[in-house]
């Protein structure tokens, strides 16, 4: 019994213990978790209290810069002021935070700075007044001993807002049928989306049902789309609606689409149909959009084209001069007040002389005796007269070698005009060019080339500018052999549109007073402001590569007046798709297309695949199918592939918004005085930076 009992002791003494080791280790685990837990918390709360930091310092750079009217060319100065301002009043403010209670928790903005180093230098390289510029602001907290250190970048430009959509107008933005568009859309007053294309076919309105809108988000450089991209940005919520069309039957040519409901509220088989657009929108104020004005972004140019000891006095008295005599007065303000800033080309060479016509008497037989005397004319078989062939003979040698000669002077001259075209900027001459148009590149004068392509260089075509172009695929057929300028007078109506293979090449930043034509292939670099009307007919715009994996560069084409764009050589098919490789080559067009007019477009016959984006200041009209268009002349009307079954990369009018126009086009680009700021992500430091 008594052993019993000892057993029975040493059992709850050993249960004892083993159930205090295990509470132990259980307390143990309980207060580790609760300090982990609470270093965790404290962790969070620095960062919060280092992002309030964050915030209160954008919040004073939002309220001196956001929206506010400043000179581009100061704002780089400004800034450079404001952050010494700043930092300095963070470091005679010790902390420069808040302290919040006994625990001494704290926040502090620790600088504002601009990203380059403190210069406040714009991004673009030197001289290129690209009017962009990048702020980084540092703020750290402290919990605790929990210490966290966040920054963010802030970027402010004066980019027009425009340049940063795929499409868009700032009045009503009406889309019958599935263009697809990769990037961000805006319509400034309404939106009005159809299922169906509305277009017109031998002199007969017609419509086919397709599909509605494609919109896609960009990518990043990691394969993620973009959070900021694939939005529909709108001036009013209220006014963005959808409808279903009808398609009419033959001879039936006043179809009215009806766009009666909301497109935020699609919901359902809606919903989908729509492909989620009613979930991609955000509503921004109208007066938020940085809006540009031509005929001012022209005239800005032109005072840039001056050199760079142009100011102000100098935009003041160009100004003046355009609103009392226009172009005219104000090509002859520069050509003569400022003689010295121009290399002044002229007028484009034309051969004037015409080749001579043989003399019939030269075409038949030639005298039998030219030494003997006269024949009777009435004789059978007689000759021609000996002396009135003779006579014809010298006269037809004597105009030949004037024509030859004439040529001959003519090729020199469009040797000296070529050179012109292709030495602006060149070291020891004028950085800026006027030439009188119009202004005509086909294969006798194939190129503008500048030699530097910078803020200060610019050609001012005095008239209108036509590019025309070798024709598509033009580059497979033509004769190997020819020889580009070997005829033509590089102006004649004919021209040698057709007798070059090689793309006509456009690189440079060029203001014309009259209107632009561009038609057959181009290969391009350029910024181009034209006061009157653009007309884009059967062209193929492809930016030039300038090598390495730096992506191709781009037209940015800037109206005054209306944008026409279309193809005489309709029907291209649209193969795989957008992307695929060899059907792309003749729709595509690398371009920014912008006019301060109304617009109206088509991908229902023709296919356009556009690099880049269209924008119109007035209202804009858009009607595009999918797949391949053909011909039904029994019909008279258009056969499309079956529509519901065909994806958005089958689209026949496609934008892929370009974001590298920036740095492609950044010296020749619009600015405008109103400066809009965006914020990068937050980014943690590493607690000893």
């Known amino acids: 019994m008594k052993e019993d009992k000892g057993s029975s002791l040493l059992l709850v003494v050993f249960l004892i213990l083993l159930l205090s080791l295990l509470g132990v280790a259980v307390l143990g685990a309980s207060l580790g978790g609760a300090m982990r ?24 750079i939002y309220d001196r810069f956001n929206g506010r009217f400043i000179d581009p060319e100061s704002l780089g100065s400004q800034l450079a002021g404001f952050t010494d301002a700043f930092n300095e009043q963070l470091a005679q403010g010790g902390s420069g935070g808040s302290r919040l209670d006994a625990a001494r928790p704290f926040y502090q903005v620790v600088s504002v700075r601009c990203a380059d180093d403190g210069e406040c230098l714009s991004r673009g390289s030197a001289g290129s007044a690209a009017y962009q510029y990048s702020l980084v602001v540092t703020a750290e907290a402290e919990v605790d001993g929990a210490k966290r250190r966040l920054q963010q970048e802030v970027m402010l430009d004066t980019y027009p807002d425009f340049l940063k959509y795929a499409f868009g107008s700032e009045g009503v933005v009406t889309i019958g049928g599935a263009p697809y568009f990769r990037g961000n859309l805006y319509a400034g007053d309404a939106l009005q989306l159809s299922d169906t294309a509305d277009y017109v076919y031998a002199g007969k309105r017609r419509t086919q049902v397709s599909q509605f809108l494609f919109l896609d988000p960009m990518l990043g450089a990691d394969g993620r789309p973009l959070d900021d991209s694939g939005w529909i940005i709108a001036g009013d919520g209220g006014r963005l609606h959808y409808g279903y069309g009808v398609s009419y039957p033959d001879g039936v040519d ?7 409901r909301s497109l935020a509220g699609a919901d359902g088989v809606d919903r989908d149909k729509t492909h989620g657009l009613g979930q991609r929108i955000r509503v921004e104020p109208p007066q938020k959009f940085v809006s540009i004005d031509v005929r001012s972004s022209f005239l800005d140019k032109v005072r840039d084209s001056l050199g760079e000891g142009a100011g102000k006095q100098d935009r003041t008295v160009i100004e003046n001069v355009y609103a009392s005599g226009g172009a005219a007065a104000l090509v002859d303000l520069l050509e003569s007040s400022y003689a010295s800033r121009y290399e002044r080309l002229g007028a484009q060479p034309a051969l004037t002389a015409e080749e001579p016509a043989v003399p019939d008497i030269l075409l038949g037989p030639e005298p039998s005796d030219p030494g003997g005397s006269p024949a009777d004319p009435a004789a059978p078989g007689a000759g021609p007269d000996p002396e009135a062939y003779e006579q014809a003979r010298l006269e037809y040698e004597q105009a030949v070698t004037e024509y030859e000669l004439a040529v001959a002077e003519h090729e020199r001259q469009l040797a000296e005009f070529r050179a012109g075209l292709t030495s602006i900027g060149a070291p020891g001459l004028a950085g800026s060019a006027v030439v009188t148009g119009p202004l005509v590149l086909d294969a006798s004068v194939p190129a503008i080339d500048f030699a530097s392509k910078g803020k200060h260089n610019w050609l001012i075509v005095d008239g209108d500018l036509e590019l025309r172009g070798p024709a598509i695929g033009a580059d497979e057929a033509a004769d190997p052999g020819a020889e580009p300028g070997g ?22 930043n060029v203001l014309v007073t009259g209107s632009m034509t561009l038609s057959g292939q181009v290969d391009v670099d350029a910024t181009v402001y034209v006061l009157g009307r653009t007309d884009i007919r059967d062209g193929a715009i492809r930016g030039l590569q300038p090598g390495g994996a730096a992506p191709r560069k781009e037209l940015v084409l800037i109206g005054g007046g209306p944008i026409d764009l279309y193809r005489v050589s309709s029907f291209q098919p649209v193969g795989a798709g957008f992307g695929s490789g060899a059907e792309a080559d003749g729709q595509v067009l690398d371009a920014f297309l912008y006019t301060e007019s109304s617009a109206s477009l088509y991908g229902v016959g023709s296919a356009f695949w556009m690099r880049g984006g269209f924008f119109a200041k007035g209202d804009l009209t858009l ?4 797949g391949s268009t053909v011909e039904d002349e029994a019909r008279q009307r258009l056969s499309f592939q079956e529509q519901s079954s065909l994806g958005k990369e089958k689209a026949r009018f496609i934008i892929d918004y370009n974001s590298s126009v920036f740095a492609s086009q950044e010296a020749a680009l619009p600015r405008v005085s109103k400066v809009r700021l965006t914020t990068g992500p937050l980014r943690l430091l590493p607690q000893d930076g």
């Open 623 to 626: 009607n595009a199918v999918l």
């Open 37 to 60: 837990t609470e270093r965790s918390e404290e962790n969070v709360q620095s960062v919060h209290l280092a992002q309030k930091g964050l915030d209160e310092a954008i919040a004073a």
């Open 487 to 508: 005829s033509g007078s590089g102006g004649g109506a004919d021209g040698a549109s057709g007798s070059g293979a090689s793309p006509l090449r456009l690189r440079g």
């Open 254 to 260: 006043r179809y009215m689409a009806v766009y009666d």
